[in-house]
């Protein structure tokens, strides 16, 4: 009877750990709860297998193309569990889950695919909420979809064809991961990770998303046949205009005065300035007609720019020293350790010869240029003029050299006194020019690629101040040569050539630009259709 009834007892004992082995081994018993017990919830222990992710992904089919990403991840860290501690999601996860929800002030709005399954993860009210292995991999899947999304933007070939040639940033989302996983924190306006201006537009949108939620934004309604409103002016347009510039922030109150007074006059001239507009008091319908732009407009453009920022690589601001020309804004800033050395107009191509955007290095300035007259412009402009009149050449300094036309050096050549040239296969560079008065004019969009700098001259004494031999004197006498003058520097100088209509400066003061190019409609555009393919 002993013998039996201990038979008994070791053929129960031995049903039970059986049957605790079939489920520990059965995926669809893994599926049926989140927590598993503490014995096989540790992070050392492998969470998936090549079985596991396979099953996932036929699965949660609308995550298929992120399967190589994912799978890196999980293979860097010994396919352990990436988003389990003691059990429970660790505070990173918590932090994505808090990104997923609020993408909006990223100047987007994702729609992660199942995302109610990962909210489920969440929510510990719901009775059926996805496996551990499931609820790890859904996470890892929207960490590669908000970290592409919000910190890297559109693929490099996309970039290409919005004519942006500036090098794509890129990201590795597995060493990424490690920093994140060990410091949350770093998620949050990192400019290691995003271009600092990016943050500053993003406050821009946060204030203009609350003008518009203000109701503040009102058409401005003027007069027909409209007349320039100058100082001493009185209209009811003028109360307006005030209310307009308030909202903006360039009027520090609204007195409500339809007197175009000195206070007034002090606001209009910082809109100007800031908006890359002639600096004057008169407000032509231009004026009018830029600042009833609907806030819409204004918040997309913001957007559009927050995305451009995102193809830049952060490091860009820590070169010892770079060039940065903006199309947009007309504006070359030289900055030399972390400081403005110098800001200079500049003018740009037309619409027909659009300046690129790209980025060099300058490695040579040349003094006293020759200007090699590209075979287009001989071609379209001067082959009749030549034919027309025999002394054309000699009396506009130009000589005929190995079949080409090239003008000499001097005060008039269209190079003007100083060149820099960064080596690029479209044979951009910038340059001074004789033609000054260009300057003056708001839409500065005149030549036919190359960019022309007002202040050349001290570009060039600011760069060369770490050459003690290059005096500014010694400077002076080079520009003054009839024969040309090159200097290879010994340290390259990064360019960079931009595009961005939306600007926030160090004070915080927003600018908007023209789209001289048309560039923000098309990137606009390319932003939606990427939205809509991706959500659906």
């Not at 490099?156 to 490690?178: I, N, R």
């Not at 175009?260 to 002090?266: A, K, N, T």
């Not at 504006?331 to 107009?345: C, F, Q």
Request: aromatic fraction near 12%; proline fraction near 4%.
């Amino acid at each position: 009877m002993k013998t039996i009834y201990l038979f008994t007892i070791i053929l129960f004992t031995g049903l039970i750990t059986s049957s605790f082995d079939l489920k520990k081994n059965d995926p669809t018993e893994n599926k049926k709860s989140q927590d598993l017990p503490s014995a096989f919830s540790t992070n050392s222990d492998p969470l998936v297998d090549n079985e596991v992710l396979n099953d996932f992904f036929k699965r949660y089919t609308d995550l298929k193309k992120y399967q190589n990403k994912v799978v890196a991840l999980y293979k860097n860290r010994s396919y352990e569990s990436i988003w389990f501690e003691d059990n429970k999601i660790n505070e990173f996860g918590q932090l994505l889950h808090q990104k997923l929800k609020s993408t909006h002030e990223e100047g987007l709005e994702i729609e992660i695919p199942y995302e109610n399954e990962i909210d489920k993860i969440f929510n510990k009210k719901v009775k059926e909420r996805p496996s551990k292995s499931d609820s790890d991999l859904l996470l890892s899947a929207a960490y590669i979809i908000y970290m592409s999304q919000v910190y890297e933007g559109l693929d490099a070939e996309t970039v290409k064809k919005t004519g942006w040639l500036l090098p794509k940033k890129q990201l590795s989302y597995e060493t990424l991961l490690d920093s994140l996983i060990v410091n949350p924190a770093l998620l949050e306006k990192n400019d290691e990770l995003l271009f600092d201006q990016y943050y500053k537009l993003q406050g821009a949108l946060e204030k203009y998303r609350q003008i518009e939620k203000d109701g503040t934004w009102t058409p401005i309604v003027t007069e027909t046949p409209y007349k320039d409103l100058r100082p001493d002016a009185v209209s009811n347009t003028i109360a307006q205009v005030r209310t307009r510039l308030m909202v903006m922030g360039d009027l520090k109150q609204d007195s409500k005065s339809n007197v175009y007074d000195r206070e007034l006059m002090d606001a209009v001239m910082k809109y100007k300035l800031r908006n890359g507009f002639k600096p004057n008091y008169i407000l032509v319908e231009e004026h009018i007609k830029d600042m009833n732009t609907p806030i819409a407009d204004k918040i997309k453009i913001l957007t559009v720019n927050m995305e451009r920022c995102r193809w830049i690589s952060p490091k860009l601001i820590k070169d010892k020293e770079y060039i940065m020309v903006n199309v947009p804004s007309f504006e070359l800033v030289y900055v030399k350790d972390g400081k403005t050395a110098l800001a200079s107009r500049v003018f740009v191509g037309s619409a027909l010869t659009k300046t690129s955007i790209f980025s060099g290095n300058i490695d040579r300035i040349v003094f006293s240029p020759y200007w090699t007259v590209p075979q287009s412009i001989v071609d379209n402009e001067l082959k009749l003029k030549m034919a027309a009149d025999k002394n054309y050449l000699a009396d506009h300094n130009m000589e005929m050299v190995n079949g080409q036309v090239r003008q000499k050096p001097g005060p008039e050549n269209s190079l003007g006194l100083v060149k820099f040239i960064f080596p690029n296969p479209e044979d951009i560079y910038m340059h001074d020019t004789p033609a000054k008065t260009l300057f003056d004019f708001e839409k500065r969009t005149f030549s036919h690629g190359c960019i022309n700098v007002k202040e050349a001259k001290n570009l060039a004494i600011a760069m060369l101040k770490d050459y003690p031999e290059w005096t500014t004197d010694r400077i002076n006498k080079a520009m003054e040569g009839k024969e040309e003058t090159t200097f290879k520097l010994a340290n390259k100088v990064p360019i960079y050539i931009c595009y961005f209509t939306s600007w926030v400066n160090e004070s915080g003061e927003i600018s908007f630009f023209r789209d001289v190019y048309e560039k923000d409609d098309d990137l606009n555009k390319i932003m939606y259709q990427e939205s809509v393919a991706f959500n659906n």
